[in-house]
Structures are given as structure tokens and as C-alpha cells.
């Protein structure tokens, strides 16, 4: 994302090496939305979404019919719609989450990443965006999560990295990595596996 100098290694987006990528090439392929972010002001949600279009301005009279057209079919994906003239200080913490990702939709990227988008949500919330990322790349977007959560790897992910010190533990699919001896690894003997109602759950060992 050109926030931080890479120190070490190299990093590709779709076997292109990012080192010496510009800005603007980096916001046509990678939408982020992080974990918190601040709003200084009352913009409106429709507003907010609206700047997931600004690389794709053309023109020195704003935003065209496509990128407004672009916005509508976001929040609509999203299920926002009856929020696009609420201002964003007046929504909760899980439809400013959903304002965000809708921005990212809007950007039409083929690459989004997200720190920790369900660590300041309810269940319920959580459970809702989870199914919405879920619905977008299967329309073909890959999306990359970092997330302390295994149950919403176990549920929801098709393949996993797992760190531990800064470090690769493990990598592949989710059903090939996440194990009982990969989370006695992890986390030391204090969950398990179970299976409920046909569906598995990592449980805490009680």
C-alpha cells in the first residue's frame, strides 16, 4: 500500500513486484480497510463510498456517471442503500465497518485487505460481515484478512497462513492446517476441536 518501505523480502500482486510501483497503480489493484478508522467530520455515507472512485476520476469536472452508478451498486451489494444520506457519525460501529467495505467494493480492485474488520463488532455483526465478504469473492475478488479469530478461519476461509513470533507456522488450506496440533502450537493446551451439529468449532478446554 506504499504506507510503510519494505526492509526485507519482496511482494507481488498478480506476479508483479510492488517495490517500485506507484500509488495510484497500488490503489487500481489493493483496496484496505483497517481495523479503526478516525472521521474528523460528518461526511455522509454515500460520500465515503464516493472516494473509493477517486482513482478512477478522469476528469477535471469529478466523478462521472459510472463512478456514481459504481457507488449505487456497492451499497446495494452491501445492503446499505437506506444509509447512503445518513452521516457517519450518526451509524454503529458494524454499519461504519460495512460503509468501509463498501468503499473497497467501489474501488473495484481485484485485490482487498482487511485488519481485523470483526474485532470492535457484536456476534451478529460479525457473523453478517463475514457472509458479505464471503459473497464478494465469489464474484471473483480475492480477499486477504488478518484476524486473531480461528473459528472465523475454520467457517469462512478457503486457505490460511498462520504467524507466530513473526513467523510462518503453517500455511495451506483450512482444512489441511488448522488442527489440534497446530493450536496446541499456537496457543498452548487450552482449546480443541469439536464437532456440533454437523459443523466443526474450536472450543476452549474448560
Not at 82 to 91: G, Q, R, T
Not at 114 to 120: F, G
Not at 148 to 167: A, Q, S, Y
Request: a positive charge; one cysteine or more.
Amino acid at each position: 500500500m506504499k504506507f510503510l518501505s519494505i526492509k526485507g523480502g519482496e511482494i507481488y500482486v498478480d506476479s508483479q513486484n510492488t517495490k517500485h510501483k506507484s500509488p495510484a497503480w497500488m490503489a487500481k489493484n489493493i483496496a484496505y480497510v483497517a481495523q479503526h478508522t478516525e472521521l474528523h467530520f460528518p461526511f455522509f455515507v454515500r460520500d465515503i463510498v464516493l472516494m473509493g472512485r477517486s482513482t478512477h476520476v478522469k476528469s477535471l469536472f469529478g466523478f462521472s456517471k459510472d463512478d456514481k452508478r459504481a457507488v449505487s451498486e456497492a451499497m446495494e451489494f452491501i445492503g446499505i442503500s437506506h444509509l447512503a444520506d445518513k452521516k457517519m457519525n450518526e451509524l454503529s460501529g458494524g454499519q461504519r465497518q460495512l460503509v468501509f467495505i463498501a468503499r473497497a467494493l467501489a474501488q473495484d480492485t481485484p485485490l482487498i485487505l482487511l485488519d481485523e474488520p470483526t474485532s470492535a463488532l457484536d456476534f451478529k455483526n460479525q457473523i453478517t460481515l463475514w457472509k458479505i465478504l464471503k459473497k464478494i469473492a465469489a464474484g471473483g475478488k480475492t480477499i486477504v484478512i488478518c484476524t486473531h479469530e480461528p473459528n472465523h478461519i475454520l467457517w469462512f476461509c478457503d486457505e490460511v497462513i498462520v504467524f507466530k513470533g513473526g513467523r510462518i507456522v503453517s500455511k495451506g488450506s483450512v482444512a489441511q492446517v488448522l488442527n489440534d496440533e497446530l493450536l496446541a502450537k499456537i496457543y498452548g493446551d487450552v482449546c480443541t476441536f469439536e464437532r456440533l451439529a454437523q459443523k466443526e468449532v474450536i472450543l476452549p478446554k474448560l
